[in-house]
């Protein structure tokens, strides 16, 4: 399939990388920008459009698409002093992927309907697998005509498209998801280092788990314990994945967005602090199951 719609692409990380390509080979003509050197090569070497600036990017693209990792990289990206919002012409698609604050999302939105912009927040589940795969789940929060004319290159990247609301919406749903995931990968490692503690052996009991009530995306495809899964981070030393920096953000907002309505999250708040105690364990850029070497005191051994 081929397509004339060009794509500009900022933010060519772990995630963003992967989705460029796949919009590539999907048909679309993507330029794309990446302050690293190595990100933008990667890519390259795959057929995408390295360009030399984000303002680069963008020139004669119909659709925008950003992968940044905090609200202040989105905010400076298309609202700062040389933002692209001031050089978007009226009638283009921006889909923001990134995972940022509710009130974030919806301040750039509104910068886009007053330039005539249509905007979606879009942010991801899935994991640096399903970036790779094409089979990403998207959360989307904006209009919905915006949201139809993304959907096909959404579809490109991913599998799954859920439309949450209005703009912010996606970002709330997306907290909500990565703070169960956050609350459920902690007290998985804890209770597999029970198991253990009292000499099980952490695949069979895994594997149990499962097929149980306690069955979820940490058992099944990312266990916390070395060796139960060869392909979970956890198996090679808890490198890659979803890093605990990153869990230890969307939690932190996920916390702040709780308190800008008087939400109570007691589970959420206990998880973040767990998390940013793993980073002062030196274990902030490692995967965000590596906690598990927290709630089992020193941990399994890699």
């Not at 490692?286 to 890699?302: I, R």
């Amino acid at each position: 399939m081929s397509t004339s719609e060009r794509v500009a692409f900022i933010g060519l990380g772990n995630m963003g990388g992967p989705m460029a390509v796949n919009l590539q080979k999907a048909g679309y003509a993507v330029s794309a920008f990446d302050l690293s050197a190595d990100a933008l090569a990667k890519v390259r070497e795959q057929g995408v459009t390295a360009a030399t600036s984000a303002s680069a990017a963008i020139e004669g693209a119909q659709i925008v698409i950003s992968m940044l990792p905090a609200s202040r990289h989105v905010e400076a990206l298309y609202l700062g002093d040389s933002g692209l919002m001031s050089s978007l012409p009226a009638g283009t698609l921006v889909i923001d992927c990134s995972t940022i604050a509710p009130a974030s999302a919806q301040k750039v939105a509104a910068a886009a309907k007053a330039r005539g912009v249509a905007m979606i927040d879009a942010p991801v589940s899935g994991g640096v697998a399903g970036a790779a795969a094409g089979t990403l789940t998207f959360i989307v929060g904006g209009d919905v005509a915006a949201l139809e004319r993304a959907r096909p290159l959404l579809q490109a990247m991913g599998k799954n498209i859920f439309h949450m609301g209005e703009a912010g919406a996606g970002q709330v749903a997306k907290l909500c998801n990565n703070m169960a995931l956050g609350v459920i990968m902690a007290v998985t490692g804890e209770a597999i280092a029970l198991g253990v503690a009292h000499g099980l052996d952490p695949k069979a009991l895994s594997q149990m788990m499962a097929v149980s009530t306690s069955r979820s995306w940490a058992t099944e495809v990312c266990n916390p314990w070395p060796g139960v899964l060869e392909n979970a981070p956890s198996s090679r030393g808890y490198a890659g994945g979803f890093g605990n920096d990153l869990m230890l953000k969307d939690l932190g907002l996920a916390v702040e967005a709780a308190m800008g309505i008087g939400a109570t999250i007691p589970l959420g708040e206990m998880a973040r602090n767990l998390y940013a105690m793993n980073k002062q364990a030196g274990r902030g850029a490692l995967d965000f199951s590596s906690v598990v070497k927290l709630v089992a005191g020193e941990g399994p051994k890699t």
